[in-house]
Nanobody, 127 residues
Framework: QVQLQESGGGSVQAGGSLRLSCTAS????????MAWFRQPPGKKREAVAL???????NYADSVKGRFTISQDNAKKSLHLQMNSLKPEDTAMYYC?????????????????????WGQGTQVTVSS
């Protein structure tokens, strides 16, 4: 079974930074389209950063200019650098791999059944 493990979450003040990491086992991590999602308590899950098999990237409007998704080939990992954090960024953050090798243009429209999720890491931003 493919396993994803997120790390790097924590509690920070508004304006601070965090760097999330995701490591994978059981499959070729960098041969698949990947994403970072987040889900605030009591709200629906949303994609915040997408990267496809060609390393093409797209961000949600709410995080553009503040978040950066990247792949680390040497460490076989995926990362999300989060700067200028706001209280509304508070959420459980999930690393995910998409089934079916979708392109960037279609990744945001995939149903939940076509994603494989990690366990999540909590990010809390205070005012």
């Amino acid at each position: 079974q493919v396993q994803l493990q997120e790390s790097g979450g924590g509690s920070v003040q508004a304006g601070g930074s965090l760097r999330l990491s995701c490591t994978a086992s059981g499959y070729d991590f960098f041969s698949n389209s990947m994403a970072w999602f987040r889900q605030p308590p009591g709200k629906k899950r949303e994609a915040v950063a997408l990267i496809d098999i060609n390393s093409r990237i797209n961000y949600a409007d709410s995080v553009k200019g503040r978040f950066t998704i990247s792949q680390d080939n040497a460490k076989k990992s995926l990362h999300l650098q989060m700067n200028s954090l706001k209280p509304e960024d508070t959420a459980m953050y999930y690393c995910a791999v998409a089934f079916g090798s979708p392109t960037l243009e279609t990744m945001a429209f995939l149903p939940d059944s076509l994603w494989h999720w990690g366990q999540g890491t909590q990010v809390t931003v205070s005012s």
